[in-house]
């Protein structure tokens, strides 16, 4: 073969490696993890102002077909719950490009919130899913503070403003404030639950909004998700197997690490009891569930 010819060869493989890459369908693919909470309270957290910015480039990442979430979340805050889901809704309606979410462990209270901003909800069968509700927990000190000889001393302007405080005796009237936000809220929860999943439950309303979660299979049968996949092959089973997933993740500079190490160590006391009683309280979140 000629010199020629063998340059023509290796031009004509390189070109249609090419036009065959720039054919396959692509996919964003975005990971939200941890306790729902806000300003980054927990070691592995999810919160809107943290997170817009990758759910941004997830559907700005270009000739996408769909942007794909991995949701892994034991529940938390249901404002940043909303916010999230929120702008999930916002940027697929605005680009017109579908979503499709994944449970991996746990896609809980507000993690099957952030579940329900897909157009299609996958599980893996061991996936637990649902936890329909809201809960509030603290902390009753008024025997111990008693016990130990410390004088409670609080001053308010209106009567409700001190309710719930740990350090002093629960009224009922101050319990029914709690419950009827609580109320708000879950009745919110059942009304995004009826939106997305209203024709495809199987269930009775009451037997679903009991606070109670499942493991994949069940989730399915109740009409919870769509179906039991992984997310690359259910990915691959819908945009072909040569399907390009383009990961979203965030990036910490060496400079940016190097400060975030250096603040850690010189962070007082205070700061460290604060650290180690979120890492309780997200262990706790995710103990829950078995995990």
């Excluded at 680009?95 to 209270?109: C, E, G, H, L, M």
């Excluded at 009745?187 to 209203?198: E, Q, S, Y």
Aim: hydrophobic share 40%.
């Amino acid at each position: 073969m000629s010199q020629n010819k063998k340059c023509s060869c290796i031009f004509t493989k390189i070109f249609c490696k090419i036009f065959k890459r720039n054919k396959n369908k692509k996919v964003a693919h975005l990971t939200l993890s941890g306790v729902i909470g806000k300003d980054s309270k927990f070691e592995t957290g999810i919160n809107f102002i943290n997170n817009a910015p990758l759910i941004k480039k997830a559907f700005e990442s270009k000739k996408i077909s769909a942007v794909a979430l991995s949701i892994n979340s034991p529940g938390g805050s249901p404002v940043q719950s909303e916010l999230i889901y929120n702008y999930i809704r916002e940027l697929a309606e605005k680009n017109k490009i579908p979503v499709y979410t994944f449970a991996q462990d746990v896609s809980a209270s507000g993690g099957y919130w952030l579940l329900l901003s897909g157009d299609e909800i996958y599980a893996h069968n061991s996936s637990i899913v649902g936890s329909i509700g809201v809960i509030f927990s603290s902390f009753g000190f008024v025997d111990l503070i008693k016990k130990i000889g410390v004088d409670r001393r609080i001053y308010t302007e209106g009567k409700n403003k001190a309710i719930l405080d740990p350090f002093l005796p629960e009224e009922q009237a101050n319990i029914e404030i709690l419950k009827q936000a609580q109320k708000d809220i879950f009745d919110n929860f059942k009304d995004l639950v009826r939106k997305h999943r209203g024709g495809k439950l199987t269930k009775n309303e009451e037997e679903i909004f009991t606070g109670a979660f499942w493991a994949g299979k069940t989730a399915l049968d109740l009409g919870l998700i769509d179906g039991i996949a992984d997310m690359r092959k259910k990915m691959q089973e819908k945009f072909g197997a040569e399907v390009e997933f383009i990961e979203i993740t965030t990036k910490k500079s060496f400079i940016k690490s190097l400060i975030s190490e250096k603040s850690s160590s010189f962070s007082g006391s205070g700061d460290l009891v604060a650290k180690v009683l979120n890492q309780i309280e997200e262990r706790v979140s995710f103990g829950k569930f078995g995990l």
